[in-house]
């Protein structure tokens, strides 16, 4: 506070002149307030004693420009000189009449403010006492005398010099003025109340002042206030006023002091509270000992002890378990480490150490699990049937094995890591659930989608507040057993950034060589996932990192195929929508017809989600008939399918035939993480000249596969019979449409040849033939990926040809039967193979297309027209 500070001033002032008593600062204090109380004269100092006559102040005065800080008239304020004008300016003074003009700067933080930088009024002063300290500087006690107001500057070297106006206050003499004094009187005494260290003899000699004149300054002198706040005191001509202004700012000064006193006093009844609890507790221990009972704390460390035997820990674990069980008894219950330890314990106790699940390994019951739950999926079902058979071969013929190897480093593997791969719909969670099912092991699923967190596999380190372990070892503790069946779900999309890698951190998790020994960061002792049944799934491996690849058995899931759809829908979809939808099985039934054209106009994908998203659309409108009393019993065939669903989504081949019915259009076949798909790829030429681009939102791969195919076709021009001024007159541009999707990758190269070819040779493409491969600038065909995906995509599209390299056809045997019975396959080694399978004959007469005709100039159509009448007049 203000007061505070000037009784420092004061203080330090005293000990810098050799007085260091505080009774002298005090007595200074007394006499200077009881000399403005008798009127005395301002400059009077105490050791002449003497009085004078009303002052006379010169028109002239020198001024000291005065950084964050206002002096009043009839206040003492100490001050500290430090520049060099402005000592000088001292000197002068104190060699002189002492009298100087004290005016507050307008920025308190500029140094050297001129004229113009300053506060137009001001206080005159007297110098009491001066002291040149050891650092420079000079130290000041000054008292106010009267106002003025700044007139011309005379002089600003050495220091600022100005004539000056004496401005008297308008001292009023009434009631109101009376009643607002004595009420800042009040405030005041109020706030240093509340202020311990406030001097009590400064607050009897402001309480006791009479003048409202002197109240005003007197308060404002040693109150906390803002720099313009003091100014505008000092510069209002009226005491009302002045009393005023004082008391707004008195009144706010009280709120925050009561604001910061209740706030002080909530944080000392916590304290003081938490204290008596403390003391309560003891005196509770004390007097449960004395009765032979245990206390609350006894009791629970007791309870942790019984459970940390009856977990079965590993040695490990228990050592640490019994290690922070001892520091948890000898803590105090209100210490903030205790909730730590006892939440860490708390962990231990409750995962899972010892407990399990006993599996059942009979291969037939598994095998009419899996059929029951999936149609098809025989790849997946074969593996999980292997696993069991092992195991159960494991535990019969356990008395006839060897004794176990003492290998540390080969050690023998009981889990398994498996990761099933591809599109969204074809069952790769649900088939997780029946392996747990067919075993009779608990299932457990955590979708690790989104996860950018080292810490949400591995866990947070205890010295953070609220940690936790990470999702595998919380995962665990709720299903309570220590070898669930555990899908990690969409492990493909987990992200990275400065948080951490968390595909990194599932390296040790999923690999069987170390899973055995996890440990994770909040519990600091090792786990055995060895147990556990992993089980993975993803749309795609290329955002999978390769060391995580690599510790995974991967099971492809391929797009079903029509039959398979239908089949599927029959024994699982439609009986899951009548039970859905409230309905009886015998009020909808749907024929074959109606669920092939679902199949083929409204879904076209690789799984079956739309597939039983559309039958349960066709569900709800027939039970909305039902409940409307519009029928009892519904047949669904193709033409309720379509006033139920509106009109279809997609056509058949007719749509395909139509657009390849122009030269230069090509079915591709090429695969996503959605399964196989069709993609076209459409060449035009213009007039110009060996200009080449390609759009669609493809990639580098993709533009590069363009050129590639470009130069094999430009290359072999003279062989396929291309003009050789083709390239020289136009300009070509591919296209691949559907270009608000991102497409890559180097299978299109057949295709993309093809349609360069087509355009402009002007054969068509064949009707209902598509291909894939990659080709070279040789003109050779690579092999590719995704063959299954992209056969089955071509199926549904009503493609019965398919081109694909040469390499790849050991690959057929992965297609079903059904689908290699109704389709063609060409395996071609060269892109001469490929066009030779993909194009129509050339026609007899060849035409280029879009090529421009020449039209002839009106010059020329009138010299033929003179020749041919010259001709006629000879005949």
Request: hydrophobic share 35%; charged share 30%; net charge neutral.
């Given at each position: 506070m203000a007061a505070e500070r000037w009784q420092s001033g004061i203080h330090e002032f005293f000990q810098s002149i050799g007085e260091?008593?505080?009774?002298?600062?005090?007595?200074?204090?007394?006499?200077?307030?009881?000399?403005?109380?008798?009127?005395?004269d301002p400059s009077a100092l105490p050791e002449n004693g003497e009085k004078s006559e009303k002052q006379k102040f010169p028109d002239v005065l020198p001024i000291l420009p005065l950084r964050g800080v206002v002096v009043y008239p009839n206040t003492a304020v100490p001050l500290t000189v430090g520049q060099a004008r402005s000592i000088k300016l001292v000197d002068d003074v104190v060699g002189g009449d002492k009298l100087v003009g004290l005016v507050a700067a307008l920025d308190p933080e500029k140094e050297t403010p001129g004229p113009h930088e300053l506060y137009q009024i001001g206080t005159i002063a007297t110098v009491h006492r001066?002291?040149?300290?050891?650092?420079?500087?000079?130290?000041?006690?000054?008292?106010?005398?009267?106002?003025?107001?700044?007139?011309?500057?005379?002089?600003?070297?050495?220091?600022?010099?100005?004539?000056?106006?004496?401005?008297?206050?308008?001292?009023?003499?009434?009631?109101?003025?009376?009643?607002?004094?004595?009420?800042?009187?009040?405030?005041?005494?109020?706030?240093?109340?509340?202020?311990?260290?406030?001097?009590?003899?400064?607050?009897?000699?402001?309480?006791?002042?009479?003048?409202?004149?002197?109240?005003?300054?007197?308060?404002?002198?040693?109150?906390?206030i803002k720099l313009q706040d003091a100014q505008d005191i000092l510069e209002l001509d009226s005491v009302y006023e002045k009393l005023k202004k004082l008391i707004g700012l008195l009144v706010r000064e009280a709120e925050v002091l009561q604001i910061g006193q209740k706030i002080q006093n909530e944080a000392r009844g916590e304290i003081e509270k938490v204290q008596r609890d403390y003391f309560l507790r003891e005196q509770m221990k004390a007097i449960q000992r004395e009765l032979g009972e245990k206390d609350e704390q006894s009791e629970e460390a007791e309870e942790f002890r019984k459970k940390i035997e009856e977990a079965k820990m590993p040695e490990e674990a228990l050592k640490?378990?019994?290690?922070?069980?001892?520091?948890?008894?000898?803590?105090?219950?209100?210490?903030?480490?205790?909730?730590?330890?006892?939440?860490?314990?708390?962990?231990?106790v409750t995962l899972p150490w010892s407990k399990s699940t006993n599996d059942n390994l009979d291969i037939t019951h598994a095998r009419e699990i899996l059929n029951k739950d999936h149609f098809g999926l025989e790849d997946v079902?074969?593996?999980?049937?292997?696993?069991?058979?092992?195991?159960?071969?494991?535990?019969?013929?356990?008395?006839?094995?060897?004794?176990?190897?003492?290998?540390?480093?080969?050690?023998?593997?009981?889990?398994?890591?498996?990761?099933?791969?591809?599109?969204?719909?074809?069952?790769?969670?649900?088939?997780?659930?029946?392996?747990?099912?067919?075993?009779?092991?608990?299932?457990?699923?955590?979708?690790?989608?989104?996860?950018?967190?080292?810490?949400?596999?591995?866990?947070?380190?205890?010295?953070?507040?609220?940690?936790?372990?990470?999702?595998?070892?919380?995962?665990?503790?709720?299903?309570?057993?220590?070898?669930?069946?555990?899908?990690?779900?969409?492990?493909?999309?987990?992200?990275?950034?400065?948080?951490?890698?968390?595909?990194?951190?599932?390296?040790?998790?999923?690999?069987?060589?170390?899973?055995?020994?996890?440990?994770?960061?909040?519990?600091?002792?090792?786990?055995?996932l060895s147990q556990v049944f992993f089980i993975t799934t993803a749309n795609t491996l290329e955002t999978i990192p390769g060391p995580l690849?690599?510790?995974?058995?991967?099971?492809?899931?391929?797009?079903?195929?029509?039959?398979?759809?239908?089949?599927?829908?029959?024994?699982?979809?439609?009986?899951?929508?009548?039970?859905?939808?409230?309905?009886?099985?015998?009020?909808?039934?749907?024929?074959?017809?109606?669920?092939?054209?679902?199949?083929?106009?409204?879904?076209?994908?690789?799984?079956?989600?739309?597939?039983?998203?559309?039958?349960?659309a066709v569900c709800r409108k027939v039970g909305t008939k039902i409940a409307e009393n519009k029928g009892e019993k519904f047949e669904i065939t193709p033409?309720?399918?379509?006033?139920?669903?509106?009109?279809?989504?997609?056509?058949?081949?007719?749509?395909?035939?139509?657009?390849?019915?122009?030269?230069?259009?090509?079915?591709?076949?090429?695969?996503?993480?959605?399964?196989?798909?069709?993609?076209?790829?459409?060449?035009?030429?213009?007039?110009?000249?060996?200009?080449?681009?390609?759009?669609?939102?493809?990639?580098?791969?993709?533009?590069?596969?363009?050129?590639?195919?470009?130069?094999?076709?430009?290359?072999?021009?003279?062989?396929?019979?291309?003009?050789?001024?083709?390239?020289?007159?136009?300009?070509?541009?591919?296209?691949?449409?559907?270009?608000?999707?991102?497409?890559?990758g180097p299978s299109a190269g057949v295709a993309m040849a093809t349609s360069l070819m087509?355009?402009?040779?002007?054969?068509?493409?064949?009707?209902?033939?598509?291909?894939?491969?990659?080709?070279?600038?040789?003109?050779?065909v690579l092999a590719i990926g995704g063959v299954k995906e992209k056969v089955l995509a071509a199926h549904r599209n009503g493609l019965t040809t398919v081109i694909l390299p040469k390499r790849n056809e050991q690959d057929i045997d992965d297609v079903p039967e059904e689908i290699r019975q109704s389709m063609k396959f060409i395996f071609a080694e060269s892109v001469e193979d490929v066009l030779n399978a993909a194009l129509e004959k050339a026609k007899p007469v060849k035409k280029q297309p879009n090529k421009p005709i020449k039209k002839k100039s009106t010059q020329a159509k009138v010299k033929k027209n003179v020749k041919a009448k010259n001709t006629a007049r000879r005949r």
């Open positions: 260091t008593d505080d009774e002298l600062t005090r007595m200074f204090m007394s006499s200077a307030f009881s000399r403005i109380q008798k009127n005395d001066l002291l040149r300290a050891p650092d420079g500087t000079v130290r000041l006690l000054v008292q106010g005398m009267e106002r003025f107001r700044l007139g011309e500057f005379v002089a600003e070297e050495p220091y600022l010099k100005a004539h000056i106006h004496l401005l008297p206050e308008t001292a009023e003499d009434n009631l109101e003025t009376s009643a607002l004094a004595r009420n800042a009187r009040d405030q005041f005494q109020q706030i240093t109340q509340m202020i311990p260290s406030f001097p009590d003899e400064l607050v009897g000699s402001i309480t006791s002042l009479e003048d409202p004149l002197q109240t005003a300054y007197t308060i404002a002198n040693f109150q906390r640490q378990a019994k290690r922070e069980l001892d520091r948890l008894s000898r803590l105090p219950t209100a210490a903030a480490e205790y909730g730590i330890i006892r939440t860490y314990l708390d962990w231990l079902k074969d593996r999980i049937l292997e696993f069991l058979a092992i195991r159960k071969l494991r535990i019969d013929r356990k008395h006839e094995m060897k004794a176990p190897s003492d290998d540390v480093i080969h050690r023998d593997r009981e889990g398994v890591i498996l990761c099933f791969v591809g599109p969204p719909g074809v069952g790769k969670t649900s088939l997780g659930q029946s392996i747990a099912r067919a075993m009779e092991r608990k299932f457990i699923r955590a979708s690790l989608g989104g996860i950018r967190d080292e810490a949400e596999i591995r866990g947070h380190r205890r010295t953070y507040i609220g940690a936790m372990p990470g999702r595998i070892l919380q995962s665990l503790r709720r299903v309570d057993s220590k070898n669930p069946v555990f899908m990690l779900d969409e492990v493909d999309k987990l992200t990275y950034d400065f948080h951490g890698d968390p595909a990194s951190a599932l390296l040790e998790v999923l690999d069987p060589e170390q899973n055995s020994e996890f440990r994770d960061n909040y519990l600091e002792v090792s786990y055995d690849r690599d510790r995974m058995e991967m099971i492809f899931l391929s797009g079903y195929t029509e039959n398979e759809k239908i089949a599927i829908a029959r024994g699982y979809l439609i009986p899951r929508q009548i039970r859905e939808n409230s309905l009886r099985e015998g009020e909808i039934s749907f024929n074959d017809e109606a669920l092939k054209m679902i199949v083929r106009q409204y879904t076209r994908e690789a799984g079956v989600r739309n597939l039983e998203r559309k039958i349960g033409a309720l399918v379509e006033e139920y669903l509106d009109h279809p989504i997609y056509f058949g081949p007719e749509e395909m035939n139509k657009r390849t019915s122009i030269p230069g259009v090509v079915p591709g076949l090429a695969w996503t993480s959605f399964g196989g798909d069709i993609l076209f790829i459409e060449t035009t030429a213009m007039p110009g000249g060996r200009g080449f681009q390609v759009t669609g939102s493809i990639g580098n791969v993709m533009q590069e596969s363009a050129r590639a195919a470009l130069s094999y076709v430009r290359s072999r021009a003279a062989s396929l019979k291309i003009p050789q001024e083709f390239f020289e007159k136009y300009d070509l541009h591919m296209h691949i449409p559907a270009g608000a999707q991102p497409k890559d087509s355009l402009i040779s002007g054969r068509k493409v064949k009707p209902q033939v598509g291909m894939t491969g990659e080709i070279t600038l040789r003109g050779q």
